[in-house]
């Protein structure tokens, strides 16, 4: 792992992702020839939501192969029962470093440094992955860790969160929803947030660490917005309007739903849509 822009190890996040691939292997053996339909919109009674958040820059070196793992959890869903809802997000502190990354944002630094609070870390590091913004998964983890850390989330009651039909019309493209929860049964109040976030991007780095790399990424990170509270006992539902970059493709965005303790605490609940076709 890299912290604040010091030279990585590739063989730590290497045996990081192939510790993974094992671990997960036998458990998700019958999903394996199944795509990103299952991940169409959640969530639903029988599939039990779980928020993967990669922090990670096209500036590190160590990052690409995290970017892999979380590309295999979003396309596979390994885990029978289990629906990853996975987020690329793209920091800042990497692009003085050769290369500024086209998807790196600040909003998204300053998250990641809000959770090194929360989590005890002394500083922030790519790549960092956080299961339901509670537990990290770490590159020495052994194969039961990880998959303990993937269980307890997915027998965490959560919850429900709806995304009602998403459309997308305009120029420049603005983006409609309705977001809807059910009530809120943990004993504090959280926050409701939407994150629109590209399908697939793919990046030609031309310096830095990955100079000369084709990197390509998934649910990358476009806009993290607060769209209202949740009460402890209460629900939410609301109306959502999205301005969106102009020349986003349509068919390739996908809009995430969360609810999430302040702090930024424990992921209550989640969900995913697409918009219509």
């Given amino acids: 792992m890299s912290r604040g822009g010091k030279s990585p190890s ?54 690409p192969p995290a ?14 029962g289990t629906q990853f809802i996975v987020l690329s997000e793209h920091v800042t502190y990497w692009d003085h470093d050769g290369w500024k990354d086209p998807n790196s944002s600040p909003s998204l630094t300053d998250r990641q440094s809000a959770y090194e609070g929360a989590l005890g870390e002394k500083t922030a590091f790519t790549p960092q992955i956080i299961v339901d913004g ?7 983890n052994t ?30 493209p603005l983006l409609r929803a309705h ?9 504090h109040n959280a926050d409701v947030y939407v994150a629109v976030a590209l399908d ?43 301005r969106l970059k102009p020349g986003t493709d349509p ?3 996908r809009l995430i739903a969360f609810v999430q303790e302040s702090g930024p605490g424990k992921l209550l609940g989640a969900a995913l849509r697409k918009p219509a076709s």
């Avoid at 295999?72 to 885990?79: E, F, S, V």
């Avoid at 039961?144 to 459309?167: G, H, Y």
């Avoid at 977001?179 to 809120?184: A, P, W």
Wanted: proline share 4%; with cysteine.
């Fill in 179 to 187: 977001i809807e929860t059910g009530n809120n049964f943990y004993k």
């Fill in 67 to 80: 970017d892999i793992l979380i590309q295999k959890l979003d396309t596979y869903q390994r885990i029978p």
């Fill in 251 to 253: 068919k390739n965005v």
């Fill in 10 to 63: 590739l063989l730590c996040a290497f045996l990081f992702f192939g510790l993974f691939v094992q671990a997960t292997s036998t458990a998700g053996r019958r999903l394996q020839g199944e795509d990103k339909s299952t991940t169409a919109n959640t969530s639903t009674a029988d599939v039990h939501p779980v928020v993967v958040e990669l922090f990670t820059s096209e500036g590190c070196s160590s990052c």
């Fill in 200 to 242: 697939h991007v793919e990046s030609q780095v031309l310096r830095g660490e990955n100079g000369g790399k084709r990197l390509v990424h998934v649910a990358v990170v476009q806009q993290l917005t607060k769209v209202g509270k949740l009460p402890k006992g209460k629900s939410f539902g609301e109306d959502v309007q999205l």
């Fill in 143 to 172: 194969q039961q860790q990880m998959e303990d850390i993937f269980q307890k989330a997915k027998a965490t009651p959560k919850v429900p969160v709806r995304i009602d039909e998403v459309t997308i019309d305009g120029s420049p």
């Fill in 134 to 140: 509670t537990q990290e998964i770490r590159i020495n």
